[in-house]
């Protein structure tokens, strides 16, 4: 269908057009332009990439909308007529790069939810109140190809930095900086920390994900508001160094074992997770890489030093703060117990976001117009609406039910249940914009 051929035509054609059916021929496409060993690659600032942006746009030409590219090369998408590119507008949208042999759902569907609740509106002739209704496709969300998450929404608000241009590709070749100049980004504007969009040009922005955890599919909900986005404090490489040994020759009490100290430290912090639970916190600790030495390790050998990571999420920056506190305090015990000696690297930080709560209340609403429970979770992953959200835009989100995971080969998320997102984003982009202030 090209409603480009015949404008007097729009309206008529979208009232046959089946949402559904252009849903799944999108992901279908975007699978095919994208494959690799397992699963799929979209690499930020990439040509696969640039392809999905472009085969983004023809489809909305196609269908008789406006399109443009922002100063960072994010792909705009208006109703038919909207024109003004320094209008004032809400957005809808997400991202469309993928982690290396991921699934074709992480930020795209954002992208195809806004894209169906935009043409639900132009449809319904509802697309512009206060202000108009536009769709936004983000580069560059994923940082598992620079090391660096959010570098499409940063870029945009003088927020990115020098140092994480300098960052290396994945594969080592070539750099953040080299990517983004060989896709036509303002590099030198963005080294130089100046806004490439004014804050104030976003009335909203409300990003559409699938949930990256088990929640929605244990309490059986299609949807849920998102009340925020946990920060974090990670730890990628801290070191336990004790004294290698044999070990059947040294008694506990002569031992100075670095992984039995390390463990010692990881279930005194999950006691205290424990506890801050108890009392109403939010957190989630993980340490997901634990390794001794290959080259020293054996069965019947004490390990004399271990290496791990560690991270704590919250939405509560005090949170966050305490845990680190409790971490190094409990270490310093542990050292004097153990004979051991604990070397913390400088850790990463994260604040957490916080989401417009006005947004999410119509979230709600909208949800419970339509018989859906209107139901609530934080958000453990980081998202480009926390950015947004830092940089003053009322930001909000909406999880979709999501299978198997997300960052691998087998995320999977029913149409059905996209179909039931789109209602509640089409009416809540109607809501926002005739409410925009």
């Known amino acids: 269908m090209n409603l480009r051929t015949d404008p007097a035509a729009t309206a008529s054609d979208l009232?046959?057009?089946?949402?559904?059916?252009?849903?799944?021929?999108?992901?279908?496409?975007?699978?095919a332009m994208s494959p690799d060993r397992v699963g799929l690659s979209r690499p930020a600032y990439s040509a696969v990439e640039s392809r999905m942006l472009a085969y983004l746009e023809e489809t909305a030409r196609g269908l008789?909308?406006?399109?443009?590219?922002?100063?960072?090369?994010?792909?705009?998408?208006?109703?038919?007529?909207?024109?003004?590119?320094?209008?004032?507008?809400?957005?809808?949208?997400?991202?469309?790069?993928?982690?290396?042999?991921g699934g074709n759902y992480d930020g795209l569907a954002g992208v195809v939810a806004g894209l169906l609740a935009l043409l639900a509106n132009v449809r319904e002739g509802t697309s512009a109140g206060r202000v108009p209704l536009r769709v936004l496709a983000l580069r560059g969300?994923?940082?598992?190809?620079f090391g660096r998450a959010y570098m499409g929404s940063l870029a945009l608000f003088g927020r990115l930095g020098g140092g994480a241009l300098a960052a290396k590709r994945r594969d080592g070749v070539g750099t953040?900086?080299?990517?983004?100049?060989?896709?036509?980004?303002?590099?030198?504007?963005?080294?130089?920390?100046?806004?490439?969009?004014?804050?104030?040009?976003?009335a909203f922005f409300v990003e559409l994900h699938i949930e990256q955890g088990p929640v929605l599919v244990e309490r059986k909900?299609?949807?849920?508001?998102?009340?925020?986005?946990?920060?974090?404090?990670?730890?990628r490489e801290i070191r336990c160094l004790g004294e290698a040994g044999h070990s059947g020759a040294i008694p506990r009490w002569l031992r100075r074992d670095a992984v039995f100290a390390m463990c010692e430290l990881v279930m005194r912090m999950d006691e205290h997770w424990a506890t801050i639970q108890q009392h109403g916190g939010d957190l989630v600790?993980?340490?997901?890489?634990?390794q001794t030495d290959a080259a020293h390790h054996a069965m019947s050998r004490i390990p004399g030093e271990v290496s791990f990571s560690f991270e704590a999420r919250s939405l509560d920056a005090g949170t966050l703060e305490a845990v680190e506190r409790l971490a190094h305090a409990e270490a310093r015990a542990i050292e004097r117990d153990r004979g051991v000696r604990f070397e913390f690297d400088?850790?990463?930080?994260s604040a957490p976001a916080s989401l417009d709560p006005a947004i999410l209340q119509a979230i709600l609403a909208e949800m419970e117009a339509q018989g859906l429970a209107a139901e609530t979770v934080p958000s453990g992953a980081g998202h480009d609406a926390a950015v947004?959200?830092?940089?003053?835009?009322?930001?909000?989100?909406?999880?979709?039910?999501?299978?198997?995971?997300?960052?691998?080969p087998h995320e999977h998320m029913e149409i059905d249940d996209l179909m039931v997102a789109v209602g509640v984003m089409s009416r809540l982009g109607r809501t926002l914009v005739e409410r925009a202030k």
Request: charged share 25%; net charge negative.
């Open 388 to 408: 947004f959200s830092q940089a003053g835009v009322p930001s909000g989100m909406l999880f979709v039910r999501n299978t198997k995971g997300s960052h691998n």
């Open 15 to 31: 009232a046959s057009l089946d949402p559904r059916a252009l849903a799944e021929r999108i992901f279908a496409d975007a699978a």
């Open 64 to 101: 008789g909308l406006e399109t443009w590219r922002d100063p960072g090369d994010n792909l705009v998408v208006a109703a038919p007529g909207d024109t003004d590119r320094a209008a004032r507008a809400g957005y809808l949208g997400s991202h469309v790069d993928t982690v290396p042999e």
């Open 176 to 202: 953040l900086a080299d990517a983004m100049r060989e896709t036509g980004l303002p590099v030198e504007r963005i080294a130089a920390g100046e806004t490439l969009v004014d804050p104030k040009a976003f």
């Open 221 to 235: 909900w299609p949807v849920a508001g998102v009340t925020g986005i946990r920060g974090n404090i990670r730890h």
């Open 346 to 349: 400088a850790p990463v930080r």
């Open 285 to 290: 600790l993980t340490t997901g890489i634990v």
């Open 141 to 145: 969300e994923e940082s598992a190809w």
